[in-house]
């Protein structure tokens, strides 16, 4: 029988100790997580990059929720754990669950350390620490344009370049001389502001904040030396403290956070700790790479502890990171001293800063601006403690080798660290590649995490790949680690072969996992029934936990049903309906969704079917890669501005193209004039009435990385805007890569390039539609499909009770 494991915290540390244990030995434990955000595990680095425009939420997932369910790891998300019973050996969640263990992590984590300024609990005043405050952030800055940020750290910079993006003036106040002061020295703290303020940042250094002002919402921010900030929104980024309420409940020993020994034990038996929540020798880590040594660790001494020589014996500190564009590097021990004596480099026309610190003929720390090409080799020097009396001080900052060419990976040593998060050496990528025949940099980042948090080490991994495998091309963007194909070479071999089920691509094309993973199979489903829609089976186990339940999992492993309401139209009839599902099944919620439908809240899994079947509406598809909604305004029929009729436009184009896959979801709207009430300009095909016509726009994403349709035609007809959409999504369904928005694929092919192909080119546009048309004849109705599953179980059922009746 396995043991039970409890992991509180669903974040990078813990869920990296779960990963660890897989791979030692993966039918050890019976493993459970809470986790106190309503998302999967996620990369916490990268929220800068989401709040910035550069990723969307799913591109900084970690462990999306098939891996929890691939793994066998129950997940309870935006449930966190309240209580902990060391002796009994059991935890308490806030929504009811107890839950016993033989062994606990705390992987709790930090929270942000929030100013206790007067006025800092006015509405507009917030932290910047998890996915919430970036679209806290995101919303705010639709509606309001002067932004504070409290914070001259790297996690304020990236705030503040965020708000920069999204269009609001940006102040930023810090106590300090200079920015970054943890991890820069003076000199390069001041280029590094020079450097924002050109990119139209503005800096209040040596700021004593006295309180914050407004009524119920923040207005403005009050200083010591009596100055005054006008501001819409206050970004507090002053730093984290480790969350250890619960722990101190539990009775574990606590100082600044939950102190535990070189095997992350803490002072209960059987309960450990690890992350920003631990202490380990009088220190508690911020950084990813101390965290996830600390991780493997834990997960050897609870699964092999006769294998493990010694325990975590602390790391030493360095960050590398890329500041609103500038590459930063600092390690160790920087600051100067009557012990130190420091090499610099400063090119004030590059903006190039470096400075080494030595003491007693060794390298001790380290800062790099502007040019980070030698932080690898500086790094491994101060993790070695290289002796370099015999070393040339001035070859120690190298720009370039001896032959005039750029230093390269292939001049370190094989213990040199490549990811430094990781903690991957180039022997340890080298050998993976070798041994485990790996082609491509997706192979390289899922077999070694080389490269898997921060990001910054991938241009050194592609480079040892090429290097290993002596083939350039093998650093294609594959499909994903599966395979050494791309998204196109996939769907070309698909057509020339005839391949009509994942399994049969996989293994055909070679496949190296004979499941494949939660990457490829989808999309390979996906690409089978575009290539032939006539021909292909769908093939169900191949698609998204949402898609196979026909409903949104939420955080507490309930699901939302949302029912079809055509253009956002509805009546008493199918009101009835829901109310009377709603009462039946004990809905908790019922929530008017901003694609104008109704979300039932909360359905238990075994009641899907039923629910389903009793509502007898069609299903919204509110999961689905395709048309999830066309929201449309009143019209002309009620609204004085109308020019024409938006709900029946709506209505066509959402019967037309209701159930049709696509790389990715895609959503409609029709405004009957320029006022855009429906907000079409934010769509992926966003439709306006105009006097005698409408307007297409395309591309338009309103969701984190925000985009403005772009205006794609004009016609007369709704019949003409219909074929032009139809040729468009055609062309999309065929050319876009699976999970590729609308408003990547028009980015990334171009405007001009759609143009011709959909509005120029009149046989091509003739067969795209065509094409269309041949899918759309062919596409399952899921409502059908569960309400089918439903009544053939009740057939069964009646069968059965008259075969035990005769």
């Known amino acids: 029988m396995r043991e039970k494991l409890v992991l509180i915290g669903n974040g990078m540390a813990g869920i990296r100790t779960l990963e660890e244990i897989l791979k030692k030995d993966p039918y050890r434990y019976d493993m459970t997580v809470f986790g106190e955000e309503p998302h999967p595990n996620y990369n916490r680095i990268l929220l800068s990059s989401v709040l910035q425009g550069d990723a969307d939420v799913r591109d900084i997932v970690l462990n999306d929720y098939d891996w929890y369910e691939q793994n066998q790891v129950q997940l309870y998300t935006g449930d966190p754990i309240v209580k902990v019973d060391t002796e009994k050996q059991k935890v308490y969640s806030r929504n009811g669950i107890e839950c016993d263990y033989d062994k606990l992590i705390f992987a709790t984590g930090s929270n942000a350390f929030m100013l206790p300024l007067p006025g800092a609990d006015l509405d507009g005043v917030i932290a910047f620490r998890n996915i919430k405050d970036c679209e806290t952030m995101i919303e705010t800055s639709k509606h309001y344009k002067r932004a504070v940020v409290i914070g001259g750290g790297l996690l304020g910079l990236e705030a503040a370049r965020g708000l920069l993006n999204l269009n609001m003036e940006v102040d930023v106040i810090h106590i300090a001389d200079y920015l970054m002061e943890r991890q820069l020295d003076e000199p390069a703290g001041k280029l590094l502001k020079q450097e924002l303020e050109a990119q139209g940042m503005r800096f209040h250094l040596n700021k004593h904040t006295e309180q914050i002002v407004g009524k119920n919402r923040v207005t403005g921010i009050h200083f010591k030396d009596g100055t005054k900030l006008k501001a819409d929104l206050i970004v507090m980024a002053v730093g984290i403290r480790p969350n250890v309420t619960l722990a101190q409940e539990a009775g574990l020993n606590v100082e600044r956070a939950i102190v535990v020994d070189d095997y992350m034990q803490t002072s ?166 070798k041994e485990q025949g790996l082609t491509t940099f997706e192979e390289v980042k899922q077999c070694t995490n080389a490269s898997r948090s921060c990001g910054r080490c991938k241009p050194e991994v592609i480079e040892l790949l090429a290097l290993t495998t002596g083939n350039d091309a093998a650093t294609q963007e594959t499909l994903c680690g599966c395979t050494d194909l791309d998204h196109q070479e996939v769907v070309a071999q698909i057509r020339e072969l005839g391949l009509t089920h994942p399994r049969e691509v996989m293994n055909v094309l070679g496949w190296k996992s004979d499941e494949g993973c939660s990457k490829c199979r989808p999309a390979i489903n996906y690409y089978l029934g575009m290539v032939d829609p006539l021909n292909n089976q769908d093939d169900h186990t191949s698609r998204f936990v949402n898609e196979r339940f026909h409903a949104n999992i939420n955080n507490n492993g309930t699901f939302t049903v949302v029912p079809r309401m055509y253009g956002g139209v509805t009546n008493s009839e199918q009101l009835r309906k829901i109310a009377d599902v709603a009462d039946k099944y004990n809905v908790p919620l019922l929530k008017v969704t901003g694609g104008q439908r109704i979300d039932l809240l909360g359905v238990e899994k075994e009641d899907l079917p039923k629910v389903w079947s009793e509502l007898g509406m069609r299903s919204g598809s509110a999961y689905a890669k395709a048309l999830r909604t066309v929201k449309t305004c009143v019209g002309a029929n009620f609204c004085r501005f109308g020019t024409q009729d938006s709900i029946g436009f709506g209505i066509e184009l959402e019967k037309k193209f209701e159930y049709i896959n696509t790389p990715h979801k895609v959503k409609m709207a029709v405004s009957a004039c320029p006022r855009n009430c429906a907000e079409s300009g934010i769509k992926d095909f966003g439709v306006v009435g105009v006097e005698g016509g409408w307007e297409l726009y395309v591309g338009g994403n309103g969701g984190v990385d925000l985009r403005a349709g772009d205006l794609f035609h004009k016609a007369e007809t709704k019949e003409e805007i219909m074929d032009t959409i139809s040729a468009f999504m055609q062309y999309y369904r065929e050319n876009a890569k699976y999970l590729e928005r609308t408003s990547h694929f028009v980015e990334r092919v171009g405007l001009d390039h759609m143009r011709k192909v959909v509005l120029e080119d009149e046989e091509g546009r003739k067969a795209l539609v065509e094409r269309m048309d041949i899918a759309l004849s062919n596409r399952k109705d899921p409502w059908k499909e569960i309400v089918d599953s439903e009544e053939k179980k009740k057939e069964l059922f009646e069968e059965k009770k008259v075969e035990v009746l005769s």
Do not use: W
């Open 268 to 433: 209960a038996p059987n309960v450990y700790a690890v992350g920003e929540c631990a202490q380990h020798r009088g220190i508690a880590y911020g950084l990813v790479a101390p965290l996830y040594e600390q991780g493997k660790v834990l997960a050897e001494h609870i699964t092999e502890p006769d294998s493990l020589e010694k325990g975590y014996e602390g790391s030493i500190l360095y960050t590398q990171l890329k500041v609103s564009g500038v590459d930063v590097f600092s390690a160790g021990n920087f600051t100067d001293s009557e012990e130190t004596k420091a090499i610099r480099v400063h090119d004030e026309f590059e903006g190039i800063y470096k400075k080494v610190v030595i003491k007693e003929n060794q390298v001790v720390g380290a800062v790099l601006f502007g040019d980070t090409s030698d932080s690898t080799r500086l790094l491994n020097m101060i993790k070695s403690c290289e002796d370099i009396s015999g070393m040339s001080k001035v070859a120690l900052l190298p720009s370039e080798d001896a032959n005039g060419g750029a230093i390269s990976v292939a001049d370190l040593d094989d213990s040199a660290n490549i990811c430094g998060c990781n903690g991957v050496s180039k022997g340890d990528i080298c050998s993976a590649i």
